[in-house]
C-alpha cells in the first residue's frame, strides 16, 4: 500500500469513527424530532378538520365594518385583556381574528400596546398567554374562542422544538442538530464515489452491505433537503442562532431597521380599524394582513403579512394613525440576501407551501428514520461480542485530514457552540479509550 493510498484508509478510518460518534449522540433525539416534525407537517389539514367552525364561516352579501367585529370580541374577551393585533377577512369565507393579550403581561414583538413594543419591528408570535376570539364578519356572531397554545399548529411546534418544556430543553434539540449536521457531512466523505466505485446502491446487495449501501444512499440524495431542514432549525435556536444572527449582522445581512421615533401628527379624528384596514389594503400585496393599533395618541398604525406560505409578498407598514399616510414601507425587494434566504428556508421547514412541500418533509422524515434504523442494523452486525463495536482507527488517523477538513471542523464548531462542547467531551473520551487500549496491549505483550 503506498502513502496516498495509506493517507486515504486512515482519513477514512477517522471519518467512520466520527460519523459513528455522531449518530450515537444524535440517533436518539433526531429519532424524536423526526417523528415529531412529521407529525407537524400534517398540521393544515388537522386543523382544518379541528378549527373549521372558528376559522371559516359561510359568505353573505356584505361584511359590516371591521370595528363591529372587533367590538364584539372586546365584549367575549376576559375582563381588562387589551387587544394584541387583528387578523380581518383575506377570503370571503374568513373569520376575523382578534388577539388579545393578559393585563400587564409580556406583549409580543409586533404588538403596539404599551411599553417599548412601539419601536419594534412586527415579527410574527404571540404571548403564550393569549387568545384569540373568531368573529364573523357579515354578523358580527362570536364563534368562539381559543387560546394561542391551545392550537394545534403552536403546540405541534413546541412539542417538536422542546419537547412540550419550557426554553431550557430546547439545547437537545439543537445538540442533535449539530451533530446531525457532522453525521450528513462525514457520510458524504464516505459515500463520495472514488475510482471505479459507484455510489448507487448495486442489484441484489444483501445483508449487512446491502443496509450499508441504501444508508448512504438515501442519505445523500436528500442533502440538500437535510441542510436546508438543519440550517433553518439552528437559525432559531439558543446558542447557535444567536452566532448566526451575529455573523449575519457583522456581514451586513441585518433585516432592515425600521425607522424609530415615528409618530403621528394629530389632527382630526383617529383612523378607526376599518380605515387602517383600508389604509394598509391600498399598501400591502395581495395577501392576509395582520394590523396592530396605535399604543398612543401620536404612535402610529402597523401593518404586516399574516400568510408566511407567501414569502415574497413579505412587507411591513407604519403609516400615520389620522391621516393614513405611509411613515415606513418595506417589502421583499427591500430584505437582505440572508433575510430572503430564511424568509424561503424557515416556511419551507415547517411544510407551509403546500402539498409538495410537505411530500417532500414526509419523504425525507421516512429516510432519516430509515436512516437511523439500518445505521444501527449495521452496528449490531458488525459488532463482536463483548467489544464496543466502535469502527477500528489506523494509526494516524487523527493526523490525516486536509487543512480544509480542519477548517470545516472550526467553522461548525465555532458556529454551533454544542458541538464545541460535546466535541471536546468526546476528544477526552476517546483519550482515555485510547490509553486503556494500550495499557491492555501492554498486557496482553506480556
Not at 446531525?180 to 475510482?195: A, C, E, I, K
Not at 449487512?208 to 442533502?223: D, E, P, Y
Not at 394590523?291 to 402610529?300: E, F, I, N, R, Y
Request: aromatic content about 10%; some cysteine; glycine content about 8%.
Amino acid at each position: 500500500m503506498d502513502d496516498h493510498t495509506f493517507l486515504i484508509a486512515r482519513r477514512k478510518s477517522l471519518y467512520w469513527r466520527i460519523h459513528f460518534w455522531a449518530a450515537l449522540i444524535a440517533s436518539p433525539f433526531a429519532l424524536v424530532a423526526t417523528l415529531t416534525g412529521i407529525l407537524y407537517v400534517f398540521t393544515p389539514q388537522i386543523e382544518a378538520r379541528l378549527y373549521q367552525h372558528l376559522d371559516h364561516v359561510a359568505p353573505q352579501a356584505s361584511m359590516l365594518p371591521l370595528d363591529t367585529a372587533v367590538a364584539a370580541a372586546e365584549r367575549a374577551a376576559p375582563r381588562g385583556w387589551t387587544v394584541q393585533h387583528v387578523v380581518p377577512p383575506f377570503q370571503q369565507d374568513d373569520a376575523v381574528q382578534v388577539a388579545f393579550a393578559p393585563p400587564g403581561g409580556a406583549q409580543d414583538e409586533h404588538a403596539g400596546h404599551g411599553g417599548h413594543a412601539a419601536s419594534v419591528k412586527p415579527k410574527f408570535g404571540l404571548p403564550a398567554q393569549a387568545i384569540i376570539v373568531y368573529v364573523n364578519p357579515y354578523d358580527a356572531r362570536v364563534l368562539g374562542s381559543l387560546a394561542s397554545s391551545e392550537r394545534f399548529g403552536n403546540w405541534a411546534k413546541k412539542l417538536h422544538s422542546r419537547l412540550l418544556q419550557n426554553d431550557g430543553w430546547r439545547w437537545m434539540i439543537e445538540l442533535a442538530a449539530s451533530w446531525l449536521m457532522v453525521m450528513l457531512v462525514t457520510g458524504v466523505v464516505l459515500w463520495w464515489p472514488r475510482g471505479a466505485q459507484s455510489g448507487l446502491p448495486k442489484r441484489g446487495a444483501r445483508g449487512r452491505n446491502g443496509w450499508r449501501q441504501w444508508h448512504a444512499f438515501l442519505g445523500v440524495a436528500l442533502g440538500i433537503v437535510s441542510v436546508v431542514i438543519l440550517t433553518t432549525g439552528l437559525t432559531w435556536s439558543q446558542q447557535a442562532g444567536g452566532r448566526i444572527r451575529a455573523l449575519r449582522d457583522v456581514s451586513g445581512q441585518a433585516p432592515p431597521p425600521v425607522p424609530r421615533g415615528l409618530h403621528s401628527a394629530e389632527a382630526g379624528a383617529p383612523l378607526d380599524w376599518q380605515d387602517a384596514w383600508q389604509v394598509a389594503r391600498s399598501h400591502a400585496p395581495a395577501i392576509a394582513v395582520q394590523l396592530t393599533a396605535p399604543a398612543s395618541q401620536d404612535d402610529v398604525w402597523r401593518a404586516t403579512m399574516a400568510d408566511r406560505s407567501q414569502p415574497t409578498l413579505r412587507f411591513d407598514l407604519q403609516f400615520d394613525a389620522y391621516s393614513g399616510k405611509p411613515l415606513y414601507y418595506a417589502g421583499w425587494e427591500a430584505q437582505t440576501a440572508f433575510g430572503k434566504a430564511t424568509a424561503i428556508g424557515i416556511p419551507f421547514h415547517r411544510g407551509e407551501f403546500g402539498w409538495w412541500n410537505q411530500a417532500l418533509l414526509l419523504l425525507f422524515g421516512a429516510s432519516v428514520l430509515f436512516s437511523l434504523v439500518s445505521g444501527w442494523v449495521m452496528f449490531f452486525k458488525r459488532r463482536l461480542p463483548g467489544s464496543l463495536g466502535l469502527p477500528k482507527l489506523l494509526p494516524g488517523a487523527w493526523t490525516s485530514p486536509s487543512m480544509l477538513a480542519w477548517l470545516a471542523a472550526v467553522v461548525m464548531c465555532a458556529l454551533m457552540p454544542l458541538l464545541l462542547v460535546s466535541g471536546g467531551m468526546l476528544l477526552l473520551l476517546e483519550l482515555v479509550l485510547a490509553k486503556c487500549g494500550a495499557r491492555i496491549g501492554r498486557v496482553r505483550l506480556r
